[in-house]
């Protein structure tokens, strides 16, 4: 397929319109069935299901706006309100309530211009990829702001334990989130990103920069933060807050408890590894390890 980015750019520009793949393949010159061949083996993923995925990422960004569900349904071409939801839940993993009533803000993946470029179907890259090492980059990019609170020295332990169905605890003793300063302060760390199990595959280089991508790959994921007498309790199902946020007093001294199980759905059958775990650890928490405890439970 030689202009795939024109058709990527036609389907952003009428992403509300009843658009399919004879109209698609009219624009790009080709016939229905050549079209199709040619968009499944370029992106990975059938031209319906791609326009389905980006018009439910679309409707988020409506959602937070307060539009009605079944006005959003209507605006995006769905049968009805009960298909948008069903559609919506299947990808997201939340109902678009509880996605309206708790969450903040959301940020609208760009289409990946280097997804025009691959020649690769979804499988083929599947294979390729290094699911168990993805995996742990989650656990590392969460052990990374503890590390970075042990060398500022406000850390004096942290705590790594496994825990049944394959999550894992990661606790600290540092100051814990100022949470008191906002209630928007949670979201700005932990939600915006919505990532599909196909973004995550057809993905060339996911950078793991940020706690929201974290989140946005656990089926769940349990914030605990103890500050100044007081619990703060959030939990998120695929980075989605499942309600408002939990506060009630507690003499717990201060620190951080993020507990969060990888989608097995992306992650399927990888398993924690403590051995690279520890050689993580021992690699990139030199400074740490100089005034901090770390300890790796079974």
């Known amino acids: 397929m030689?202009?795939?980015?024109?058709?990527?750019?036609?389907?952003e520009e009428n992403i509300t319109e009843d658009i399919g793949?004879?109209?698609i393949a009219a624009y790009a010159g080709y016939s229905p069935f050549h079209f199709s061949r040619s968009f499944?083996?370029?992106?990975?993923?059938?031209?319906?299901?791609y326009i389905r995925i980006r018009k439910l990422q679309h409707s988020v960004l409506d959602l937070l706006d307060g539009m009605k569900i079944i006005d959003i349904a209507i605006k995006y071409s769905f049968d009805s309100h009960e298909g948008y939801t069903r559609s919506f839940k299947g990808l997201f993993g939340s109902s678009p309530n509880i996605v309206k009533?708790?969450?903040?803000?959301y940020l609208l993946p760009e289409v990946s211009k280097n997804l025009c470029k691959r020649n690769l179907n979804v499988n083929e890259e599947v294979e390729k990829m290094d699911l168990n090492s993805g995996m742990h980059m989650l656990l590392f990019e969460v052990l990374k702001n503890c590390l970075e609170e042990a060398k500022e020295g406000f850390c004096s332990e942290i705590v790594v334990s496994f825990l049944e169905g394959?999550?894992?605890r990661i606790s600290d003793d540092g100051r814990g989130i100022p949470v008191e300063k906002g209630e928007d302060i949670l979201p700005k760390i932990f939600e915006g990103k919505l990532i599909s199990k196909k973004e995550y595959l057809l993905a060339d280089n996911l950078v793991?920069?940020?706690?929201?991508?974290v989140n946005a790959l656990s089926e769940r994921m349990k914030v605990t933060v103890y500050r100044n007498g007081k619990c703060y309790?959030?939990?998120y199902i695929k980075g989605i807050a499942q309600h408002p946020l939990i506060e009630t007093p507690d003499a717990h001294k201060s620190g951080v408890v993020i507990e969060f199980t990888p989608d097995s759905d992306i992650f399927m059958n990888c398993r924690w590894n403590k051995e690279e775990i520890s050689r993580w650890i021992s690699e990139n928490g030199v400074d740490a390890l100089k005034t901090c405890k770390i300890i790796i439970n079974d």
Do not use: A, H, W
Request: charged letters at 35%; proline letters at 2%.
């Open 40 to 49: 499944v083996k370029t992106v990975g993923l059938p031209v319906s299901e």
């Open 208 to 213: 793991l920069d940020e706690i929201k991508t």
């Open 233 to 235: 309790l959030q939990d």
């Open 166 to 168: 394959n999550g894992v």
């Open 21 to 23: 793949l004879k109209d």
């Open 2 to 11: 030689n202009d795939l980015e024109g058709v990527i750019d036609y389907i």
């Open 101 to 105: 009533r708790n969450m903040k803000e």
